[in-house]
C-alpha cells in the first residue's frame, strides 16, 4: 500500500492510498518538478526542471535539459523503471514533460504527460 500524492485524506478520513503503477508515476511527477536543494537530507534530489521555465528557449537548452532529466531519472527511479522516450516543450510560463517509460516489474509500457504551468 502506497500514500497517495499530495497528501491527502480520504473520504473515510484516512490517509489516501494509490496502487503500485500510481505510485511510480507520483514519483516522477515529484522528481521531475523538485529542484535540487528542496530536500533537507537529500539535497542533490530533482531535477531542476522547475528554473528553467522562464529561460529562453534554444536547442541547446533543449539537449542539456533531456540530459540531466533523463540522468535523474536513472539514478533516482532506474531500478523501477526504464525510460524509453523523453520531451520537454516550454510554452510562455508552462512546462510540458512527455515521459514514455516501461515498469520494471510489470513490463508495462506507460506513457505520462506532466504539466507545470504559473509564476514560481
Do not use: C
Not at 51 to 59: D, E, G, K, R, Y
Request: charged fraction near 20%; avoid cysteine.
Amino acid at each position: 500500500m502506497n500514500i497517495d500524492f499530495p497528501f491527502h485524506f480520504n473520504n473515510l478520513g484516512r490517509t489516501a492510498t494509490t496502487s503500485d503503477d500510481d505510485h511510480i508515476r507520483d514519483m516522477i511527477e515529484q522528481l521531475l518538478f523538485t529542484n535540487p536543494g528542496e530536500r533537507v537530507n537529500r539535497p542533490d534530489f530533482g531535477s531542476g526542471l522547475l528554473q528553467l521555465i522562464f529561460a529562453p528557449n534554444s536547442p541547446e537548452l533543449a539537449a542539456t535539459l533531456q540530459f540531466t532529466m533523463q540522468a535523474s531519472l536513472q539514478r533516482w527511479l532506474g531500478d523501477l523503471i526504464d525510460v524509453q522516450a523523453l520531451a520537454v516543450s516550454s510554452e510562455d510560463s508552462s512546462l510540458r514533460v512527455f515521459l514514455q517509460y516501461v515498469v520494471k516489474r510489470s513490463g508495462e509500457q506507460r506513457t505520462e504527460t506532466f504539466e507545470q504551468s504559473g509564476v514560481l
